[in-house]
């Protein structure tokens, strides 16, 4: 028999890579996608099935973590053993905004998910896992984070994930279901959302390389960062459903490095040294040097990054790095991608969309270029 996975936020970067890997496993992949007014399903387009055809192995359902008869009438009809709840307003700064919906969708959600599988009696069949985060640190603690370092969150998002954590810790210890928090420091991706740092970086350089914007403007670059990539934490997502007993885990490469230099790392990719100038609000980068010729819309002296305030947010979280040694030990998962590494595929991801919308421009079909 086929394991049945079901995965809520399949569209997003996670989401994505985990039904790969789990279609690779062998598995029947359900996924949760919101209705939308225009597709949605970018990440997951490679591997959609006709759903006209017989024996299809990935199936998407429409849904919301708002709606708990929704989530009810999926989980009765896929029954599945392993449900990754991975679906979330996931943006910090936008949780500063919306922060009401935030908490429904981020810790409301959860507990509708466990709830029905409860009140379905699939609590002794379903394997649960919940994507817990480092931002539950916050302003932190001690210094690296690791399982039992005490949380103090400084965001609605991080406020949401925390209830949505301790619910799946009290739905474990009260009704004996196989549930598990990831707590994710990190990760990225060619298929990271265009406005978490990174992937801003990697894609509003690579686009001022080849003449489509003019300059990228940055909150706070002196963030620190434990940043892996999101192929080597989904695999660890699955790993932590097969093990005897339900438990929690850390997954981060243990290493932090700052905005600023995830900055100078992704120009050096396209051939440009940077220079860092002046203090605060105040700061930019400037070209310095240009190697190669993936930067033709450039010269010595170009101002290519700036400060903008409205990057800043409420309360920052300044410094994250995690201690992955109980999942080293006890799983023994490692990281195989490092964080230079993964930036380098990121960057060369970014530069060929770019050039290739810089290939029409030059021919005249000119395409519009999301910036936040
Ligand atoms: P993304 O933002 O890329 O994906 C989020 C997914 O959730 C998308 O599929 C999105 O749908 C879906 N979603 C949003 N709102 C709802 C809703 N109301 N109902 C159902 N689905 C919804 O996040 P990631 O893939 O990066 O992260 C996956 C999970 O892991 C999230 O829960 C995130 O908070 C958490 N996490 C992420 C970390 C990281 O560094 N990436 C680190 C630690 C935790 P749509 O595509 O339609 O927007
Ligand atoms: P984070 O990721 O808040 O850690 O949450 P993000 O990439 O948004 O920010 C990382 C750090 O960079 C600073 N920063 C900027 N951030 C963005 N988005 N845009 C900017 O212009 C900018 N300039 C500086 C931020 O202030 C911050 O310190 C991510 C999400 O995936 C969460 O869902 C997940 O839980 C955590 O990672 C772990």
Known sequence: MKKKALITGVTGQDGSYLAEFLLEKGYEVHGIKRRASSFNTQRVDHIYQDPHIDNKNFILHYGDLTDSSNLTRILQEVQPDEVYNLGAQSHVAVSFESPEYTADVDAMGTLRLLEAIRLLGLEKKTRFYQASTSELYGLVQEIPQKETTPFYPRSPYAVAKMYAYWITVNYRESYGMYACNGILFNHESPRRGETFVTRKITRGLSNIAQGLESCLYMGNMDALRDW????????MQWMMLQQEQPDDFVIATGVQYSVRE?????????GVTLRFEGQDIEEVAIVEKIDGDNAPALKVGDIVVKV??????????ETLLGDPTKAKNVLGWVPEITTQ???????????????????????????PVSVE
Do not use: N, Q, T
Not at 341 to 367: I, T, W
């Open 341 to 367: 590494e993964m930036c380098a595929e990121m960057v060369a991801a970014d530069l060929k969309s770019a050039k290739r919308h810089a290939l029409l421009k030059a021919h005249g079909y000119e395409l």
């Open 228 to 235: 892996g990539h999101a192929k080597d934490y989904v695999r």
């Open 262 to 270: 995830f900055i100078r790392w992704s120009a050096k990719e396209l």
């Open 308 to 317: 903008d305030p409205r990057y800043f947010r409420p309360a920052e979280v």
